[in-house]
């Protein structure tokens, strides 16, 4: 004979399970999205500075304080 009590706490218990599971689930996605996010913002910050130095470096002060342009070796 089948004990419906056992089934139903079988039942419930793989509910909870799941339900918990999920929640870590989105918690590591958060954890991801996070680190991504705070990549991306690394990169746009490389590569701002990168343009910078590259737009410091196309003129070279003369010892007078005037600018002239740096012929290029390429």
């Keep these: 004979m089948i004990d ?4 139903l706490y079988i039942g ?6 799941g339900f918990v599971l999920f929640f870590v689930a ?3 996605e958060r954890q991801a999205e996070i680190k991504l996010f705070k990549l991306q913002q690394l990169n746009k910050s490389f590569n701002k ?8 470096n196309q003129f ?7 600018e002239t342009t740096k012929d290029s070796i390429i």
């Design 4 to 7: 419906y009590n056992l089934v």
């Design 12 to 17: 419930i218990g793989l509910i909870v399970f």
């Design 26 to 28: 989105e918690h590591f």
């Design 49 to 56: 500075n990168k343009a910078k130095v590259i737009k410091d």
């Design 60 to 66: 070279e002060i003369n010892a007078d304080g005037t």
